[in-house]
């Protein structure tokens, strides 16, 4: 018994040049597409009538291209909606898009920025569209991390590591809290307007930011919530947010073998294990999530 | 609004020695820790009061891996039943665990092996629990891969590439198939027994394997549509099998610049993009998977 | 025989956080250490007498930089003489140190942030010390690429990717060049002054990637030299710069057989095999290069 | 003033299938080329007049792979002739290969296998070749690791990491020693014969992992020294042994305050820091190293 399936082109890189008369404008994307329709035969006798190559799906991507890319939220949709309604075998299209940022160095050169990716993804079932953005590999850092206390203690409980071991006036004030965080945002609009997905990405990614840094939280689990609430704060057509953070460990070094303090000032970076936080925000009365989380209904 | 959250340990890796009185054994996994429960002051108000550290959650892994690990699918059995059956906050549980392998050299001395990883996750809600097996970055190859013939033409179609252009008496015979394989199967069962649990992914493993090379498919839907049943046929245990084979490119260089022939002797292994393809087999009369594929319901 | 030998702690990751009234200051080091001595004994009967243990010079690194961490020059300086004049059987030590950049969002906040990664390397030998500045990762991408003709052909040569197949009025307009820069200087100073040592960092890679974007050239290795020349004349303290320019491919899409034109404006974005280019470029006069590039003489 | 210069295609990535009655073979290689000869035209003026293009370098690559690879060695001596011999504007040419391995699951497909990667590295000057071979991520592991004794102390020691802190009748016994292993040798030899040089690297890689694995060693150091002499005891055409062992760090995990012992039987494993150890083995009489270890002459 065959249960949900989909295929399509995954990571089909892209540069999208614009030529001005002066400066040179660039789009770095990254996109993958998967399909979801009627091809059942292909996967049960191997009969491809209703399939639509992921070679040609890459064309098509790259096709598309020649237009603009605009945002990727709008590049996602024209090219969910092509797929859709030009083959009566695809019943649905999930596009998933990233977009790596460049900084200009001049009017026809750029460097590879960090500060994590945008991504976006687009379900289209061919009545309705669901359009959700977002950033990963986004590494924050704040330095006065949340102090975390009154948690539950059993026999596999032991000090917390070296941060907590050293006495200090201020505990909060020593605490070094980073994580990398991944967001994703549903919208409860659509827009063909490039320029009103990139301002309410820009809104969106400010606020994730911004609340990282300057809640007083008592947790990596508070934080979570006050940069999904920041968000809808900053994008009113936001209507959830959901939230991965994973810790990234530092712990304040023992300096005291060596007759040294450490008032907050010496942390090792360590890899692994880290803690794991997830949580979504929903706006009071949103609408319903249908396929924007999945290409398949109820999953 | 909060809507599902969850947190817990990542990546706690860990190795467990037996010393025998002649040889070693050793166990190389790493766990992961889900939780699920009645979190959300820690999320609103960040009140902790509920909230079993992430610190805590690892020396309990670690603490548990002095009896013995035995299988990671009674491992996380174990680490599951405690977390949510030790505090009434915690509603559910979900373990997830990655083995990787290692070959013998002496009585004490390894080679890591490749060949992929095992994978296990195991969901508790404190009445029943579910266990999911699996294999990750298993990559097969099969230099008489798929023909691929049949399928629907748009006005984005190209020719495929090189290696259909290329005519050949028997085309089938110089295509290479070679894919990345993610497998998880679930089981109706659970057991004690580490024994029964290493038998049943041995078999699930030789059969994905087995099917990947031997089936005379079609397309690459096909193969993974054999690749589920032969697990379905070789473990009565498995309810469901979800797979997914990222494609590894291999396209026939064109030698004939060169004044050469090409007859399924030469590929470019190419990196992005690639071909994806997605899918679950079910057993008829399969029992519903619950939480088998996520610690929240519904999900 | 024994030739060369070496031995030291890799990639001790470190955070400095110095606490201000208001700002919060971060650096962000990872630091390698490498020492050259007395060893031989170690090496061939396993006596350790000479031996100081990599978990000794870890812990010197996270107290060396309780006192704070100056310029990654610095501190490499202040360890590999520590290491050297400390320890008698230590006759040289080279520290490698790589700063990751972060950008500041708030007073004691921070996001991970762009354009590769600073380096440092340091040798010391109980008489002189060699200063070895760098960046690594450092991608840059030019919308105006060197047009690349005149090149030798032989039996094995076809035409250029369809960039060059496309007819252009301007061919060199529509070459998009991206290179992913690996450049080290050598300095003929040494100094305790970490502004210094910024400064003279700041204007290097600056040039690197102006260099970069504006030089109208004609070859990826006229590039390199380009680039080699900006330092040293930006950087009148720099001796020699060593580049290593590893090629990220784009390859203009052909979009004919889709009825469209593509001047300039979609491209492919490869992964592999990729064009290197190495050189290094010496200001006439430099002194020689003794330990700057290796720990080992003559190697 | 320009110093060394060298560019090349590099990571061309093939896989050559062999198509018997019966079973095909396959061989798995990326092959990257570095050239050095008459090129500060192109590096000064960007006149390109003896500049071999990437491209070219590649298409040689694939057509030299139609006649079969034979070993890493082999291939390698005939494209670094080729290119030296056919450009005069070629003076040095440096290949560098890495074969991946493969299992066979059946007739005609296979696993991604075990064990790190075979490497070869030749270079040729028009005159003579010289061949070194070897191996990389080759990850070993034993259970009886060194013990660590009698070395160096200073202020800034601390007891060893919890395995030795925990008190046991032998220690040695509980000491987990594990490695990333590179290692090359050159060979005093060169042959046309890719079976005898199958037959020395199969020697050569079995004395390392056994060498690694016996030792009663007190040291990394030693060990490594072992691995290397084991080399040339094995295989009397390799005349120097160049050997790097990352060390994968794994710390008794502290199991006192949950009430357990823990007699070398959980171990945490890290990232970072590690211990590198590096060392070259010479035979006694060994040729000199010519351009074995570079391209450019006393580099």
New interface residues.
């Given amino acids: 018994?065959?249960?949900?399936?989909?295929?399509?082109?995954?990571?089909?890189?892209?540069?999208?040049?614009?030529?001005g008369s002066d400066d040179?404008d660039?789009v770095?994307l990254t996109v993958?597409v998967?399909l979801a329709g009627a091809?059942d035969a292909?996967?049960?006798?191997?009969?491809?009538?209703?399939?639509?190559?992921?070679?040609?799906q890459?064309?098509?991507v790259?096709?598309f291209?020649?237009e603009g890319t605009g945002s990727p939220e709008t590049f996602g949709l024209r090219l969910a909606q092509h797929f859709v309604d030009?083959?009566p075998?695809i019943y649905r299209a999930r596009l998933s898009l990233v977009e790596r940022?460049?900084?200009r160095?001049?009017g026809?050169?750029?460097?590879?920025?960090?500060?994590?990716v945008r991504t976006a993804a687009v379900t289209y079932d061919g009545a309705h569209a669901w359009v959700v953005a977002g950033v990963a590999d986004?590494?924050?850092?704040?330095?006065?991390g949340?102090e975390?206390?009154?948690?539950?203690?059993?026999?596999?409980?032991?000090p917390?590591?070296t941060a907590d071991r050293v006495p200090t006036a201020d505990r909060a004030?020593d605490r070094?809290f980073a994580a990398s965080v991944d967001a994703q945002w549903r919208y409860s609009i659509s827009t063909a307007d490039p320029a009103r997905w990139h301002h309410m990405h820009e809104r969106a990614r400010r606020a994730l930011?911004?609340a990282?840094?300057?809640t007083s939280?008592?947790?990596?689990?508070?934080t979570?919530?006050a940069m999904g609430q920041a968000v809808l704060d900053a994008v009113p057509e936001a209507a959830?947010v959901?939230l991965s953070l994973?810790?990234k460990p530092?712990a304040l070094?023992d300096?005291a073998?060596?007759?040294?303090d450490?008032?907050?000032?010496?942390?090792?970076?360590?890899?692994?294990?880290?803690?794991?936080?997830?949580?979504?925000?929903?706006?009071?009365g949103?609408p319903p999530a249908g396929l924007a989380w999945s290409i398949h209904p109820?999953?």
Same sequence: chains 1, 2, 3, 4.
Wanted: no cysteine; net charge negative.
């Fill in positions: 018994m065959l249960g949900h399936t989909n295929y399509g082109e995954a990571e089909v890189r892209l540069l999208r040049v614009t030529r040179h660039i770095d993958s998967a091809f292909s996967y049960l006798t191997g009969d491809n009538t209703n399939i639509l190559p992921t070679d040609t890459k064309n098509t790259y096709a291209a020649r030009s083959q075998s940022p460049w900084t160095v001049g026809h050169s750029f460097v590879r920025a960090e500060g994590g986004l590494v924050l850092l704040t330095s006065s949340p975390f206390t009154g948690y539950v203690t059993d026999r596999y409980t032991t917390l590591p004030a070094v930011a911004t990282f840094g300057d939280s008592h947790s990596p689990q508070q979570l919530h959830e959901r994973s810790h530092h070094v300096l073998p060596f007759g040294l450490n008032p907050g000032a010496v942390y090792h970076a360590a890899d692994r294990p880290y803690g794991q936080v997830e949580g979504a925000v929903l706006r009071e949103a109820g999953v």
